[in-house]
Each structure stands twice: as structure tokens, then as C-alpha cells.
């Protein structure tokens, strides 16, 4: 496969998850990208969950959103694999086999990022004036998916380039 085609195949991949997943109705997003990492973030801080909302206390609820959902590191990391994947000249559709895997990381890492933003929440509010809580709700999401993604794509490298040593018999540490 040409460069470019796998280049093109690729930014298709991309724009086409990120359309898929903003058209996606509001009950069917929340079931893919909300409830699960919800459920684990739950479980993980031993609180009571209602669908995409953590009980925290009797006065604090935590609700996932759309926005919280991680959908887009969802489009990112297959993406990244779609790229690595292609690289080998396989088919497309073998793609399809690294859809729930990649679906089940997504809500781990984000259930990961959850219970880091309620940590950060818990410990800011008394010392951050409210306006300043999104940035940290952005910076505890950079915090968690950022390394996330390293992984992925150290994973992906290593599994991939140990396959090429196999298949030429070269050394692509050299």
C-alpha cells in the first residue's frame, strides 16, 4: 500500500469516528462512552452510581457527560493503530478486531481520569476559586490520557517492529 493511501485511509479513519461519535444520539453515546467508565470509577470509589451519575455524598454528584465521555482519545488511539496497522499492508477490515479492545481501554483510561478529576475536585474546591476548575478538569484529563496514548503507541511500535525483525530477519534496533 502507497504512503499516501495509508495516510488518506488514516485521516478517513479519523474524521470518520469523529463524525460517527458526534452524531451519535445522546442515550446511545452515554451507554459506549459514559455508564461503563461511570460503573468502574464507582467501583473503584466504593460510592453508589445511578447510569452516568456518581452519588458521592448527600450533596455532591459527579455527572459524565458527553464532554467527559472519551470519545475523542477513543478516535485518536484508532487512529494510531489504524497507521501501525497499515503499515503492515493488511487488510482493512482486520481492523475491526482491535474495535472492542481499543473500546475497553478507552472507558478503563477514562474511568481512570474520573476517579482523578473527583481526587482533584475534592482537594481544589476548597483551595481554587470556581473559575479555575475547568482547567483543572482539563489538566487531570491531560494527565491520565496523555500517558495513556504513550503506551498505546509504545505498544504498537514495539509489537509491530519485533513482527518486522520476524518477517525480514533484519534488526530494526541497529
Same mark, same amino acid.
Given at each position: 500500500?502507497?504512503?499516501?493511501?495509508?495516510?488518506?485511509?488514516?485521516?478517513?479513519?479519523?474524521?470518520?469516528?469523529?463524525?460517527?461519535?458526534?452524531?451519535?444520539?445522546?442515550?446511545?453515546?452515554?451507554?459506549?462512552?459514559?455508564?461503563?467508565?461511570?460503573?468502574?470509577?464507582?467501583?473503584?470509589?466504593?460510592?453508589?452510581?445511578?447510569?452516568?451519575?456518581?452519588?458521592?455524598?448527600?450533596?455532591?454528584?459527579?455527572?459524565?457527560?458527553?464532554?467527559?465521555?472519551?470519545?475523542?482519545?477513543?478516535?485518536?488511539?484508532?487512529?494510531?493503530?489504524?497507521?501501525?496497522?497499515?503499515?503492515?499492508?493488511?487488510?482493512?477490515?482486520?481492523?475491526?478486531?482491535?474495535?472492542?479492545?481499543?473500546?475497553?481501554?478507552?472507558?478503563?483510561?477514562?474511568?481512570?481520569?474520573?476517579?482523578?478529576?473527583?481526587?482533584?475536585?475534592?482537594?481544589?474546591?476548597?483551595? $481554587?476559586?470556581?473559575?479555575?476548575?475547568?482547567?483543572?478538569?482539563?489538566?487531570?484529563?491531560?494527565?491520565?490520557?496523555?500517558?495513556?496514548?504513550?503506551?498505546?503507541?509504545?505498544?504498537?511500535?514495539? $509489537?509491530?517492529?519485533?513482527?518486522?525483525?520476524?518477517?525480514?530477519?533484519?534488526?530494526?534496533?541497529?
Amino acid at each position: 500500500m502507497s504512503a499516501l493511501r495509508q495516510k488518506v485511509i488514516v485521516v478517513l479513519v479519523f474524521f470518520g469516528l469523529w463524525l460517527l461519535t458526534h452524531m451519535l444520539p445522546e442515550g446511545v453515546f452515554g451507554i459506549l462512552f459514559c455508564r461503563l467508565p461511570t460503573l468502574l470509577a464507582a467501583f473503584y470509589l466504593n460510592v453508589p452510581q445511578e447510569g452516568t451519575l456518581l452519588l458521592l455524598n448527600d450533596s455532591d454528584v459527579f455527572e459524565v457527560k458527553r464532554a467527559c465521555g472519551g470519545s475523542d482519545f477513543f478516535i485518536i488511539v484508532t487512529a494510531m493503530v489504524t497507521w501501525y496497522y497499515l503499515k503492515r499492508e493488511r487488510p482493512l477490515t482486520g481492523l475491526l478486531m482491535f474495535v472492542a479492545p481499543l473500546w475497553l481501554l478507552v472507558n478503563l483510561v477514562n474511568s481512570m481520569r474520573i476517579v482523578t478529576l473527583v481526587w482533584v475536585h475534592a482537594i481544589s474546591v476548597e483551595f $481554587v476559586p470556581e473559575r479555575f476548575l475547568g482547567s483543572l478538569h482539563l489538566a487531570s484529563g491531560v494527565l491520565i490520557f496523555f500517558p495513556a496514548l504513550l503506551g498505546v503507541w509504545w505498544v504498537c511500535k514495539k $509489537v509491530w517492529e519485533v513482527d518486522d525483525e520476524r518477517r525480514t530477519g533484519e534488526s530494526t534496533l541497529s
